[in-house]
């Protein structure tokens, strides 16, 4: 039997949020190892740390909805996001950057990508996302800021020459201390204007009109 794109990709995430109901248990092990010093994205080798089934419906309708084709995200982990992503990019016909650190874990999501049939789609950069995206000098519609909070910061001035006047800027676990500091900074400057979604949970950024 043929299946769907999309059915494929359904398929691939569905298994995938499966295998992700440990993650309580892997995250714990890892904020353990960090009792004594600062946490490191090695602690959660194992664990996805995914954004939600909701939060990814709401990706796809971001980018259906405003015909969004180039999306750069930060933090691929296992892929979960990113095959949301891909849902929404298949049918504007657009692309997705991903980055991640690592490579144990960006090995797996491109055997993820594999899987649901859509590396086409996705170029997976293996390593720090400030050097994996450094230099990036093309138009970014979505920017997806999923990684470690203290880069959120850097990422987003880094790739700042990069927005146009739709551009959307993705900011997942606002309620955190860390996205918080960051989040403040940029509500002081006048071009940008914010919305919080999925309970304070998300900020999407935009330029003001
Ligand atoms: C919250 S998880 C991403 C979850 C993923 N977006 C999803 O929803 O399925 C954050 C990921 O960012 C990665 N990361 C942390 N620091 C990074 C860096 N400097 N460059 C690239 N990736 C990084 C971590 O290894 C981790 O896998």
Redesign the pocket.
Known sequence: MITSPQNQIKTTISELFEDSKYDMLKMMKGAAKSIFRRMQ?LD??DA????SKEQGQGLIKLIKDNKLKNIV??????????LFLAQGVIETGGHIIT????DS?AQKAIDNFKKARVSDLIDVRI????E?LKNHDDPIDLL?L???KD?YLPIFQMLESNFHSNTFIYV??AEMAETKAFINVIRQNSKYQLKYQFGGKVVLITIKK
């Open positions: 994205p959660f080798k996805y740390l995914s954004i995200e930060f933090g691929t982990s296992f892929g979960i996001s990113t980055t991640e650190l690592i874990k390593g720090d996302a400030m994996t997806l999923d990684g470690w880069l997942d676990n």
